[in-house]
């Protein structure tokens, strides 16, 4: 049938000319942007999919700037602490220095207290300018904020809160109940005092040992004040008790001892001892939240995923204690969701020497005029010194663990992920070019030969006037 008012040919044309056109623009947009899909209709589900991964993209980038902010907390508060380590150092070769009366002039004693009393003054000075972002590090303010409960806080002479989980709610109770109180070593004698002839006897400890030499005729208490005499030298003391003599190491738990054993002794001699083996003292039992506690003598710690803390007891209590921790730490947001499995939560102490210290004193008892001064108590002092140095080399430590072990390997798995999700998104979302470049090449022609086809059938219609002729 030869019409002249409906061009079929030509609508035809026109159809799979537009969309050719429009295949011709699909794939030039996608070649100038890279993307495969530009707007929600070129891939709805494929849409919904990437705009997912950008998110979750978005995230862990955040999480790793957050990580590697950590890192750079914890540097900036190691750095200063290495300082303070140097200057604890130097405190305890002075004190150490002045202990030697003897050799030492009273003149130089008082210029080692003037160079303590200068470091003290310096430790403080660290204590308030280590800052990041104008965020002090070492004066207290990361350290976790705990009260006890019940008025338990009397069986504690030392309290350290290294890491803590506070969930939502912000705070957590913590319950230590202590089923066994450590003790001491013990060994005792059970005849022969007073001396019925002489003897020779080696009384070892933790801190040492000592060779004791008695003649016939001496009493408990002339071995008891020998004993104590050297009792910081050996670890061991001695009472007496029915009138023997009891030795007693001067520390408590497992890593105390004493071990005493008779040299010689005269023929008439009837010393005799409760045990010729070495005796050991037995730690603290005890659980912290249903956790079986690690005992070290009165010395308590635990470290789980929630919770990493350390106390000392009162000597010999077996009170129970009870504490609230209700904020403070540093909480940093290590992954791409904000819950608390991953977050961290650190605390550092600080160290300042009016909080400073532990079971043995505070370290502001080292300046002039103090308990501890070198004219005062030289033992004292480096008892102090030499816990101080123990708390701030294990903080260092925990930081240093810290950072290697949470923050490097939370940036290194972060990364990894954020490889996978980018690969993953790009798969969805960015354009192939080969086939783009194809898609393209095919559409040019299809658009070229459809014109042609077009402007063919747009002339069929004049055919007709040939037949009126």
């Known amino acids: ?12 044309a026109q159809n799979t000319l537009n969309r050719s056109n429009t295949d011709l623009q699909t794939a030039l947009t996608r070649l100038s942007t890279g993307l495969r899909i530009n707007s929600g209709r070129d891939d709805p589900a494929g849409l919904i999919a990437s705009e997912t991964l950008r998110s979750d993209i978005g995230a862990v980038r955040s999480a ?48 080692n207290q003037t160079q303590i009393d200068s470091s003290l003054d310096a430790l403080n000075r660290i204590s308030q300018t280590t800052s990041f972002q104008g965020r002090r590090l070492l004066d207290g303010n990361l350290d976790f904020v705990s009260s006890f409960t019940g008025g338990t806080g ?21 319950n230590v109940a202590v089923t066994t109180a450590a003790t001491k070593a013990t060994n005792a004698t059970t005849a022969g005092v007073p001396l019925t002839d002489n003897l020779v006897l080696q009384l070892s400890g933790a801190s040492g040992a000592e060779v004791f030499t008695f003649q016939s005729g001496a ?16 670890g061991v003391s001695a009472t007496v008790n029915g009138g023997n003599v009891q030795f007693d190491s001067t520390a408590y738990g497992s890593s105390a001892f004493v071990d005493a054993e008779v040299i010689s002794e005269g023929s008439a001699g009837t010393f005799a001892l409760t045990s010729a083996s070495r005796r050991f003292g037995t730690d603290v039992v005890a659980t ?24 000392t007891l009162t000597a010999g209590s077996t009170a129970d204690v009870a504490f609230d921790i209700t904020g403070g730490g540093a909480l940093f947001q290590l992954g791409p969701d904000v819950v608390t499995n991953q977050q961290a939560r650190i605390g550092i102490q600080s160290v300042n020497t009016a909080t400073l210290g532990g ?14 001064a070198l004219d005062t108590d030289t033992r004292k002092a480096e008892n102090i010194v030499n816990e101080v140095i123990t708390k701030v080399t294990n903080l260092r430590g925990r930081l240093g663990a810290f ?17 996978n999700l980018t690969d993953a998104e790009s798969q969805i979302r960015n354009a192939d070019f080969a086939a783009e470049t194809a898609n393209l090449t095919r559409a040019q022609i299809l658009v070229q030969s459809g014109t042609k086809v077009l402007s063919i059938a747009n002339s069929n219609p004049q055919n007709v006037l040939s037949l009126l002729r």
């Open 219 to 234: 009493t408990a208490a002339n071995i008891a004040d020998a004993v104590n005499l050297v009792q910081d030298a050996t």
């Open 403 to 419: 950072q290697k072990a949470t923050l490097d390997s939370n940036v290194a798995t972060l990364n990894d992920t954020l490889v």
């Open 359 to 372: 079971v043995n004193g505070r370290l502001f008892e080292l300046r002039s005029g103090e308990s501890a």
């Open 154 to 174: 009397g069986n504690v002479s030392d309290l350290v809160i290294n890491q803590a989980n506070l969930g939502a709610a912000g705070s957590v109770s913590v």
């Open 64 to 111: 790793i700037t957050n990580t590697q902010r950590a890192n750079q907390v914890i540097g900036t508060a190691d750095s200063a602490l290495g300082q303070v380590s140097s200057l604890l150092n130097d405190i305890r070769g002075l004190v150490t220095e002045a202990a030697n009366q003897g050799g030492v002039s009273p003149e130089q004693i008082k210029a």
């Open 1 to 12: 049938m030869t019409r002249i008012n409906t061009n079929v040919s030509s609508l035809v």
């Open 288 to 311: 912290v939240n249903g956790t079986t506690a690690n005992g070290d003598g009165n010395k308590l710690s635990i470290s789980t995923a929630t919770l990493d803390t350390q106390l």
